[in-house]
């Protein structure tokens, strides 16, 4: 049943790449999404790599669209909470995200220590609108994509990093509240997705 709907993901990826890319890049993808007869476990591997390239490929537009529109969100895979390191692995990816809606923007970080915070979760929102907003690409295809949330009382900075062929991001929240920055690593994925 994985396998089954891994194929289904690739198809609609394909069919996406075809409406935003043209036909080439989705020849490439049914290319590589055929299993040949008699397939060796290096060419399979190759295969494998691939369309795992490919994908790569897909998410790193995706993100790119999320960025361009002002509709995405990071969900937290890792947090680092000041220059400390302290690192927090596997936080709750529902109350631990950047969003970024239009001109409307959320950081939301739960701890989920067992005390409260400002938000009731041991953590902090900032909610309110962006601006600011800077965004640059690098000569390696990495984007960097900077604003401000001003909320009500408080406020933060937002630097995010998305690398090249990846929808991986690194986003280091600088807020006006504390001195210690946050960082948060995630997907970046285009909000109408979620």
């Known amino acids: 049943m994985k396998h089954i709907m891994k194929h289904i993901r690739i198809f609609v990826m394909a069919m996406l790449l075809s409406v935003a890319c043209g036909d080439a890049v989705a020849q490439q993808i049914e290319q590589v999404t055929g299993v040949p007869k008699n397939e060796t476990k290096a060419e399979r591997k190759a295969r494998e790599k691939k369309l795992r390239a490919l994908a790569d490929s ?6 790119q669209m999320g960025v361009a529109d002002r509709y995405f969100v990071i969900t937290a895979d890792r947090m680092m909470l000041g220059n400390s390191g302290r690192m927090y692995n596997f ?7 950047i969003l970024v809606q239009g001109d409307r923007g959320t950081v939301q970080i739960a701890f989920e220590n067992g005390m409260l915070g ?14 600011d907003i800077r965004k640059s690409v690098s000569k390696k295809g990495d984007v960097q994509y900077i604003f401000s949330i001003l909320g009500t009382g408080i406020s933060a900075q937002v630097t995010i ?3 090249r062929n990846s929808n991986q991001a690194v986003a280091v929240v600088s807020p006006n509240f504390f001195s210690d920055r946050l960082t948060v690593y995630g997907p970046l994925i285009p909000y109408k997705m979620q």
């Open 58 to 63: 897909v998410a790193f537009i995706d993100a």
């Open 91 to 97: 936080p709750n990816s529902s109350t631990n995200f």
């Open 118 to 131: 400002a938000n009731g979760l041991g953590g902090i929102t900032v909610e309110g609108m962006v601006g």
């Open 161 to 163: 990093h998305l690398y």
